[in-house]
């Protein structure tokens, strides 16, 4: 009888690139839905797409008032899923919208955005997590170069790459108000990173992530490898994107806000285990299990 041995080993004491073992599209081609060949290729390819104006203006309305009536309640709220930035009290993130927001767990369970878990996932999926992240103008800060799965992996337990996130545009995302950059074709490479997850690292690393940051070799050799994209548009316009394409977003210098609401599909057949380089468990307001 063999040992399995973890294909994707991080949080040690030396970086490694390695390839993915994992399908990027798990569906079959021909199972129609709301992704055509030609983007569920594209998506393969690129680890990313960009669906603008995915959302009617009028559904698009109804998201922003939603979203500033939980912006207005996060100014006095203090539970652990209302994240505010590491230098500030400016509220940063909301957490598990999909759990805690009637309006956001309906807009996150919409049949066209399931349809779609399921061309790319070929299975029943569920929401490992979800949030809305906020750039105030002037003030909000970046997020890192990350690629999601390591941490998922790391700190979470989340054995394979079958999962990916969709971002929707709550408000314009430019060049200038720090919106989400992609390197295309990355999602196929594995970044180990280096360092020991210090115990509760998710009480910082949500204001700002020191540990499952890629090094700066491998950054360079991703970025000469595959290029840098900026995928922006109107409010109301998608972004789906693999869980271990290499992304980042630069600090809101702008005077225009820069709001996003996320969620990451997970399949069923992908749940959760004991993590692979963390004391224990994150929460589940962070890590549905």
């Known amino acids: 009888m063999s040992i399995q041995t973890d294909p994707y080993t991080s949080r040690g004491n030396w970086p490694q690139i390695t390839e993915r073992q994992d399908p990027v599209v798990y569906g079959d081609s021909q199972e129609q839905g709301l992704l055509s060949l030609e983007k569920l290729r594209f998506y393969n390819d690129n680890g990313y797409l960009f669906l603008p104006d995915f959302f009617s203006p009028q559904e698009t309305q109804t998201m ?3 979203q500033q ?8 709220a203090n539970g652990p899923e209302y994240v505010r930035e590491a230098q500030s009290d400016m509220i940063r993130s909301i957490f598990a919208v999909h759990h805690n927001d009637p309006f956001f767990a309906k807009l996150l369970h919409d049949p066209r955005l399931m349809s779609m878990a399921r061309q790319i996932l070929g299975s029943d999926s569920y929401i490992h997590q979800s949030r809305i992240n906020f750039k105030a103008g002037l003030h909000g800060k970046d997020f890192y170069w990350h690629s999601d799965f390591e941490t998922w992996h790391a700190e979470d337990g989340m054995a394979r790459m079958r999962a990916f996130s969709i971002s929707i545009a709550l408000t314009e995302n430019t060049a200038f108000n720090g ?4 390197m295309p074709g990355s999602h196929r490479y594995f970044i180990a990173c280096v360092g020991a997850t210090p115990k509760n690292h998710y009480q910082e690393s949500l204001r700002q992530q020191q540990y499952g940051t890629p090094d700066d070799d491998s950054l360079a050799f991703l970025a000469r490898q595959c290029g840098i994209e900026m995928p922006t548009g109107s409010p109301g316009s998608v972004l789906v994107f693999d ?9 809101n210098i702008s005077p225009y806000p820069r709001s996003n609401v996320f969620a990451v599909y997970n399949s069923v057949e992908n749940r959760l285990v004991q993590p692979f380089a963390a004391h224990e468990p994150r929460p589940s307001y962070i890590a549905t299990r």
């Open 64 to 66: 922003q008032e939603h």
């Open 243 to 251: 869980c271990n394409i290499m992304h980042g977003s630069n600090s």
């Open 179 to 182: 919106p989400l950059m992609v």
């Open 69 to 76: 009536r939980l912006w207005n309640e996060s100014q006095s």
